[in-house]
T-cell receptor
Framework: DAKTTQPPSMDCAEGRAANLPCNHS???????VYWYRQIHSQGPQYIIH???NNETNEMASLIITEDRKSSTLILPHATLRDTAVYYC????????????FGTGTSLTVIP | ETGVTQTPRHLVMGMTNKKSLKCEQH?????MYWYKQSAKKPLELMFV???????ENNSVPSRFSPECPNSSHLFLHLHTLQPEDSALYLC??????????????FGPGTRLLVL
C-alpha cells in the first residue's frame, strides 16, 4: 500500500533548482522519509533521509513540514545527469524491512 | 558506485534452463535483499536476508531460490522460469535491519529475458 503521493512527472531547466514534492499525510511519529532516484535501467541510488528536521548533503536538501505530512526534495542546481525517477518512501511496517518504492516522479532536466 | 556488484548484467535464458544471479557487497553490511522490477511497475521486494538467515519471503514462486552463504554474497537461483519473469533483478544491502541503519544501497541490476 502506497503511503506517499508524488506527481508522475516534472520538468526542470538545467542549472535551476528542482523541487520535488511528496505527500505522506499518514506518516507516523517514528517513520523516516527516504528519497531515492533511479536513472534508466540502473539500480536505485540513495539520496537522503530525514525524520523531522531539514537535512542537507552533497546531493540534495530535504525539507520536511512541521506536521510531517509532506516533504520536498531540492536539487539546488539540476544537471542533465539528474534526469531520473525520484522515489519518496516512508518506511512501511513495524519490522522495518519493507520499502515501498511506488511509481515516483519522473524528472526531466531540459538543456 | 562499486559497493554492491551484480553479475551477470544481462542474461537471456530459455524456460528449461537453470541459471544463477550473483550479488556481492563490499560495504560490510549484514542485510541483503532481492527485488524484481518489471517494466512500468514499482520495485517488488522478493527476499530479505539478515546475517545469512532469510527473514522475508514475499510469496515468491519456488522457481526462484535464494541463497546467502555469507553476509557478503547473495545468489538467486533460477529454474523453469516463465516469460513473465523477464525483468530487472536488483540486489541491495543495508547495515542492519530496522531503523535508520536499514538505508539500502543497490547494485546495478541484472536484466533478465526469458524466452
Amino acid at each position: 500500500d502506497a503511503k506517499t503521493t508524488q506527481p508522475p512527472s516534472m520538468d526542470c531547466a538545467e542549472g535551476r533548482a528542482a523541487n520535488l514534492p511528496c505527500n505522506h499525510s499518514t506518516i507516523s511519529g517514528n517513520e523516516y522519509v527516504y528519497w531515492y532516484r533511479q536513472i534508466h535501467s540502473q539500480g536505485p541510488q540513495y539520496i537522503i533521509h530525514g525524520l523531522k528536521n531539514n537535512e542537507t548533503n552533497e546531493m540534495a536538501s530535504l525539507i520536511i513540514t512541521e506536521d510531517r505530512k509532506s516533504s520536498t526534495l531540492i536539487l539546488p542546481h539540476a544537471t542533465l545527469r539528474d534526469t531520473a525517477v525520484y522515489y519518496c518512501i516512508v518506511r512501511v511496517g513495524n519490522t522495518g524491512n519493507q520499502f515501498y518504492f511506488g511509481t515516483g516522479t519522473s524528472l526531466t532536466v531540459i538543456p | 558506485e562499486t559497493g554492491v556488484t551484480q553479475t551477470p548484467r544481462h542474461l537471456v535464458m530459455g524456460m528449461t534452463n537453470k541459471k544463477s544471479l550473483k550479488c556481492e557487497q563490499h560495504l560490510g553490511h549484514n542485510a541483503m535483499y532481492w527485488y524484481k522490477q518489471s517494466a512500468k511497475k514499482p520495485l517488488e521486494l522478493m527476499f530479505v536476508y539478515s546475517l545469512e538467515e532469510r527473514v522475508e519471503n514475499n510469496s515468491v514462486p519456488s522457481r526462484f531460490s535464494p541463497e546467502c552463504p555469507n553476509s557478503s554474497h547473495l545468489f538467486l537461483h533460477l529454474h523453469t522460469l516463465q516469460p513473465e519473469d523477464s525483468a530487472l533483478y536488483l540486489c541491495a544491502s543495508s547495515q542492519e535491519l530496522g531503523g535508520v541503519l536499514e538505508t539500502q544501497y543497490f547494485g546495478p541490476g541484472t536484466r533478465l529475458l526469458v524466452l
